[in-house]
């Protein structure tokens, strides 16, 4: 949101560190956690089931409540079974998969690796920190999302968003799938 005064960005809400999210611990007992910073807990969408799986935290969700920390357009290139075959998180050079492939002369450009939105967001229940790169489809609906936060004078970190598991039925076929949806909450 801009500032009436200064007309400049409001600087993001705060969050929980890891530190603040721990009980009093005894001495000797993970001493030093706090220095590894605020470690994303990686979210996986299990389409043909409806649900989001954090393995890290043995979880399933349907839907999370909270703060959109983090986002940054990746490149990214996956097999049929969704397994990441390459990905560049500057869109420049290969850093997993083919590290250090330039990502602009490679065959695979735009024909079999893509453009994707990556976000992090904590989670308003637990604290928690969670990331996920999204799909093409989740890609288009997170970049529709924020444009409508854009034309509201608003970013991501400013507001609470429900992200959750829509059905959608596609539009030649008429096929059901399930896709991410985002949507601003209040």
Same mark, same amino acid.
Request: with cysteine; charged share 25%.
């Given at each position: 949101m801009?500032n009436? +005064? ?5 600087a ?5 560190t890891?530190?603040?999210? !721990? ?11 706090e220095?590894?910073? !605020? !470690?994303?807990? @990686? ?5 043909? #089931?409806?649900k989001? %799986?954090c393995? *890290?935290l043995n ?5 999370f409540?909270? +703060? ?7 490149r990214?290139?996956? $097999?049929? $079974?969704? *397994?990441?075959?390459?990905?560049s /998180?500057?869109r ?5 998969? #083919? ?5 602009? /002369?490679c065959? $695979?450009?735009? &024909?079999?690796?893509?453009r994707?939105? @990556?976000i992090? @967001?904590q ?7 969670f990331?996920? %790169?999204?799909?093409? &489809?989740?890609?288009?609906n997170?970049? #529709?999302?924020?444009? #409508?936060?854009?034309? $509201? ?11 959750f ?8 076929? *008429? ?12």
């Amino acid at each position: 949101m801009l500032n009436d +005064t200064t007309d400049t960005a409001v600087a993001p809400a705060p969050y929980a560190t890891s530190a603040s999210l !721990l009980p009093t611990l005894p001495p000797g007992q993970l001493e030093g956690i706090e220095e590894l910073g !605020l !470690l994303k807990n @990686w979210v996986s969408f299990d389409a043909q #089931r409806g649900k989001m %799986t954090c393995r *890290n935290l043995n979880g399933e969700y349907d839907e999370f409540y909270g +703060t959109i920390i983090e986002s940054r357009v990746v490149r990214q290139m996956k $097999d049929e $079974d969704g *397994n990441v075959l390459c990905a560049s /998180s500057n869109r420049q050079y290969s850093d997993s998969g #083919r590290p250090g492939k330039d990502c602009v /002369s490679c065959e $695979d450009h735009d &024909t079999n690796c893509f453009r994707r939105w @990556w976000i992090a @967001w904590q989670d308003l229940e637990t604290g928690l920190i969670f990331a996920h %790169t999204l799909s093409q &489809t989740g890609s288009i609906n997170f970049h #529709r999302y924020a444009n #409508r936060l854009i034309a $509201d004078e608003l970013l991501p970190n400013q507001v609470v968003t429900r992200i959750f598991i829509e059905e959608a039925k596609r539009q030649k076929t *008429n096929a059901l799938y399930r896709r991410i949806q985002l949507e601003r909450v209040g």
